[in-house]
């Protein structure tokens, strides 16, 4: 009964990460879009949404993040001989280690927009933020199937997914500038 309880607060904790992930990216945006904004506006916003990011990736993106691997650690070290002999868990932690490189990088990007750095047009943080979706759903489909059989479709599938939300948007880009031209 003990893993159904570190289960459920592990999912719990995964489900608090993706939600600061999907929401920091979503913040960048914001703020790189602010830069355009005429002064005093900008300064406002800037600082508003900097203090905002802050605020959310201190006190539910690291949180969930070390209670994500506190969690699942406890969980694979107690079923150690069952879950280190499965495939498809190497291919979920290799995908978790690359969350959490995204997930450094979302905070080396707090640092330098708190310092009024902004490297990323919106364009490339709109990519940045499907990347999110991208490992949750190879982690979900992992995690639900439990297999490593089918592993080309499953990248292939991956791969379609993940140019499907590109290309929306890229759609997105255009309609959205035609609009602003449109003003």
């Known amino acids: 009964m003990e893993i159904l309880y570190l289960k459920a607060i592990h999912i719990v904790f995964v489900v608090s990460w993706f939600a600061a992930l999907f929401y920091i990216v979503r913040l960048f945006i914001y703020c790189t879009d602010a830069q355009q904004k005429p002064e005093p506006k900008k300064t406002i916003i800037t600082e508003q949404l900097v203090f905002m990011q802050k605020k959310l990736f201190n006190i539910i993106g690291w949180p969930a993040m070390l209670g994500t691997f506190i969690f699942g650690f406890w969980m694979y070290f107690n079923n150690f001989d069952y879950y280190f002999n499965q ?36 364009f490339k943080l709109r990519l940045l933020n499907e990347l999110a979706t991208i490992f949750l759903v190879a982690i979900v489909f ?42």
């Not at 990088?105 to 640092?111: D, F, H, L, P």
């Not at 890229?170 to 609009?179: F, L, M, T």
Request: with cysteine.
């Open 87 to 122: 495939p498809w868990m190497w291919l979920k932690l290799i995908t978790v280690v690359l969350l959490a490189l995204y997930h450094l990088e979302c905070q080396r990007i707090i640092n330098q927009q708190k310092r009024g750095v902004f490297s990323y047009s919106s």
């Open 142 to 183: 992992l995690v639900v199937i439990k297999s490593t059989s089918g592993l080309v479709w499953g990248i292939l599938g991956l791969i379609g997914f993940a140019a499907t939300l590109m290309l929306a948007v890229y759609i997105y880009k255009k309609r959205r500038k035609q609009d602003l031209e449109s003003q």
